[in-house]
């Protein structure tokens, strides 16, 4: 069964496609057997006319899956409906309800049962039956048979098909939906797996760096500070210290905050935290590091109060993401972003509008979990942070262009939840 869930659609084409063949050999070999075997009636004219029709589709049908292309579950399940009308027509020429080869109604079924959605392999499984049903209208007394036994063995075939076909349809679509449940789990397992080794890594080097930093930060702070004692008297020189000694501050901070994350992660207590001062205060943080950005802000006043463990983390996420809308938008020629915050029931909503290019749509389901970036020279490590960071709360990051340009990203932190997070 792990085999058939990992077919895919094209496979299964072509193993239908190589099964026509084996049955246009097949009949071709019974009606030349026919011929040495009195004992086989069977009317070669009708029997040859189908077999050439089916011969004729399935050669057109090989050609069209020797070009490079996706294949759909709409156009398996075509061909499945094509197989059992094909298999009606044989049966019909070669005695009905009453072949020993009627059975093979089973194997559309079971293919759709395993590879397709309920409803298509319930469709199958219908269209089988009707088509059973009506041979054996056709010929339920076989002219060669003038006792009821026969009549009985074949209406028995007939109510033990419908039974297998149904239980065919419960059973395998049952197993298959549950096994392609499994396979979804496990690739994002993996795919989690994978993004938490990199969180790691990057954790490990983040910690080295910081320790590193401390002294070079201290040695500019120390030669800032003697250029202003030197040059006291020129007022531009003073105003871009200025600037270089808040940056410094802002990278000790930083530094700060991070080595006493590592240090008490999952360790410390939740606390109650003002909403909508705590994003004012990171969103100004945040205009310290990006001066060469303008803000337009509407955050709501009344959000109320949540209680977190990992505020920092938190914080950090929002500055990522900050930080990606910036860089989208300044990519674009503007200097603008917009950031909005409001409460929706028991969730934050913080959105973010830039007004950059707009993300790919094959890339929206992909961003945050996958290393990917729109950038040159990006790593695309920020967007997976801030996912992961809120993903252990139960909060979640989604992106999508917006129909006036650029790109929403939008940031969801269930309140009150935070406090729960490890």
Known sequence: MQAVSRLTPVKLL??????????????????????????????????????????????????????PRPATEAELFG?????????????????GSSSPFVSLYLLPIAIAAASLQRAQAWAIALLAALAYTALLLQFLVPPHTAHGGFTMHVLGMWATFMVSAALLVVFVTGMAATVRRRDQSLAEAREQMLRNEQITALGTLAAGAAHELGTPLSTMAV?????????????????????????????????????????????????????????????????????DVQARLAIESALGTTRMRDETALGQSLINLLNNAADASLANGSACIAVGAARAQDMLEVVIDDDGPGIADADTARAGRLRFSTKPDGKGLGLILSHVSLERIGGEVSLRRRESGGTRTRLSLPLDAAAAST
């Open 14 to 67: 072509t193993w239908l496609h190589r099964l026509r063949w084996g049955a246009v050999v097949f009949v071709l070999l019974a009606v030349a057997a026919a011929a040495w075997l009195p004992a086989l009636e069977i009317e070669p004219a009708p029997l040859l006319a189908v077999t050439a029709a089916l011969a004729t589709a399935n050669a057109a049908i090989g050609w069209s899956l020797r070009r």
């Open 79 to 95: 061909h499945l409906v094509l197989d059992t009308l094909a298999l009606t027509a044989l049966l019909y020429c070669a005695g």
């Open 223 to 291: 030669v800032v500070s003697e250029l202003r004692d030197s040059r006291d008297d020129d007022p531009e020189l003073d105003a871009d210290l200025a600037v270089l000694d808040r940056q410094i501050t802002l990278c000790k901070r930083q530094i700060t905050h991070l080595l006493g994350a590592a240090n008490q992660a999952g360790e410390s207590e939740p606390r109650t935290v003002e909403l909508a001062p705590w994003l004012q205060s990171i969103i100004d943080r945040w205009r310290l590091m990006r001066p």
